[in-house]
């Protein structure tokens, strides 16, 4: 089955996660992974949690695979798998998707064949303080039949919502009280290891 | 480029100051010193000291200093107006100032008055071709438009003069990266370990890359350079210890079938993972099985 037709729904811890990763860092490329599964029904991608893998260097494998594989290990257990991949790029009118962020993808498509790409949408965030805009501030992107990722218009079919419909204004209540700067992602934790990248007390 | 300790002096002082425990002025002075990027806490510390007569005066001439270092955090913020305002006030303190010609020329950068900046920096370099700043702001300008390849292009040139410029090496080194142009970053991560050896961070990216590129020989090359970072920062540095790790195991992988000779020692493997396992025993034990599986799965079955 390819993705033709799926929904990607993403939790809104997951999906505040990865926003909040990319205001800690305004300046840089950002990226990290989404861990979820297949809906029972087959018809949905559940996005469950997200992980932020780094802020330097997206495109150097070594911390990339060491991230993964403690990551495929951790989340195996729990019954989820990797199921896709965000980007978010350092300059603010780019709206395209890199060869860094393809390349991961193909990886993350290999073992996940429905996996997503979620690009930043820096235009949607930064309109997300006139409250009206329920929809995540990402763009979708799936592999279609000739191998390349392309972007899901979000006109029309809502294939990429937020599971809890507050999601944003749950966001924009964050974004106020500067909660990035609590945001641990994989570089945080290769520089010292305390510091836990599962991000446990985040929403507390 | 930061040290540990560095950055917790100056994460400690942003909190007291941050608490309204005074301190304001130390902070701001560490932020110059060590070259971070802080523009909201700058902008926003600096702004009170300055719009505050007393404490302004009480810095004597470092007033001006604040105000430049308070106008690039504003223009970082994109709070235009108060850069436009501090700008002023220099440009009428110091009217012949090309320092002050600078920091109006990165207003309209800041501004997206791509021409204009162009403009400005051109004359700039007329004038005085051999301004390092002016020219970097130039590869900043490309930059910020996407202009990528101009970007490299002025980078490169520059370097051609200025080759001993460690920083500028290692912007192009990630522009590369980012660009996933590997060959090209590897050179000048060699430029850097040659011009300093015995910083560990040159021989860490340099590995990485190596790593990335891939095949034997890199993987052999990059093993060696995870070694001197190692070597060089007393096993303190995990991403070098895990790089180790990733190498043996590739290398093994890669080594398949081929004569075993070629496999060195595995001690080197061995000792980094007892020094991981170690260090996540110590400070972040609740990680230490996920550790120790995830290491046995890139253990090659030798």
Not at chain 1, 136 to 141: C, E, I, K, N, S
Not at chain 2, 123 to 143: C, G, M, T
Not at chain 2, 229 to 253: E, H, P, W, Y
Request: charged residues 25%.
């Amino acid at each position: 089955m390819g993705s033709g037709e799926l929904r990607y729904e993403i939790a809104q811890n997951a999906y505040i996660k990865l926003v909040l990763h990319a205001l800690k860092h305004k300046a840089a490329a950002v990226n990290g992974v989404l861990l979820g599964r297949l809906s029972d029904r087959g018809d949905a991608v559940e996005v469950l949690d997200a992980v932020p893998l780094f802020h330097s260097h997206l495109g150097l494998l070594p911390n990339l695979e060491i991230s993964l594989l403690l990551i495929e290990e951790y989340y195996g257990s729990k019954g989820m798998s990797i199921v896709g991949y965000f980007h978010a790029n350092e300059r603010y009118d780019d709206t395209e998707l890199g060869g860094i962020a393809r390349n991961i993808g193909d990886h993350i498509f290999r073992y996940f064949p429905q996996a997503a790409v979620l690009l930043l949408d820096n235009k949607k965030l930064e309109a997300l303080s006139n409250g009206k805009d329920r929809s995540p501030v990402m763009q979708l992107y799936t592999r279609d039949s000739s191998k390349n990722w392309k972007l899901v218009s979000s006109d029309g079919s809502n294939r990429l919502i937020t599971k809890e419909p507050t999601a944003n204004v749950v966001l924009l209540d964050y974004m106020t009280s500067e909660k990035w700067q609590n945001v641990v992602d994989f570089d945080d934790h290769l520089d010292d290891i305390s510091k836990d990248w599962l991000n446990p007390d985040l929403f507390k | 480029m930061v040290t540990k300790s560095e950055e917790e002096q100056l994460n400690r002082l942003e909190a007291q100051v941050d608490n309204a425990g005074g301190g304001a002025w130390e902070y701001l002075c560490l932020v110059r010193k060590l070259k971070v990027r802080r523009p909201d806490k700058v902008l926003k510390h600096g702004l009170a000291i300055l719009n505050d007569s007393k404490k302004r005066s009480a810095l004597g001439t470092e007033e001006w200093t604040l105000c430049e270092q308070v106008a690039v955090a504003a223009m970082d913020c994109q709070s235009l107006d108060v850069a436009k305002d501090c700008i002023k006030v220099l440009r009428k303190r110091f009217p012949d100032s090309k320092r002050v010609g600078r920091l109006e020329g990165m207003l309209l950068e800041a501004k997206g008055l791509w021409a204009e900046a162009e403009k400005a920096y051109s004359s700039f370099l007329e004038d005085n071709p051999f301004d390092q700043v002016i020219h970097k702001r130039r590869v900043a300008l490309a930059k910020a438009q996407g202009n990528i390849t101009t970007a490299i292009e002025c980078l490169n040139k520059y370097l051609d003069t200025f080759m001993a410029d460690h920083d500028a090496w290692r912007e192009l080194a990630e522009i590369y990266v980012s660009l996933q142009m590997y060959k090209q970053a590897a050179f000048c991560y060699e430029e850097l370990i040659l011009s300093q050896p015995t910083n560990p961070l040159h021989h860490l990216a340099y590995a990485d890359v190596l790593y990335t590129i891939g095949g034997l020989e890199n993987l052999q090359a990059a093993k060696k350079y995870y070694a001197s970072t190692i070597n060089l920062t007393g096993g303190k540095n995990r991403r070098a210890l895990f790089g180790v790790c990733l190498c043996t195991s590739a290398i093994g992988q890669l080594s398949k079938g081929r004569n075993k000779e070629d496999k060195d020692s595995p001690e080197l493997q061995s000792l980094a993972v007892a020094a991981l396992e170690k260090d996540y025993k110590q400070r972040a034990p609740g990680k230490l099985p996920l550790l120790t599986s995830a290491l046995k799965s890139l253990r090659v079955s030798s």
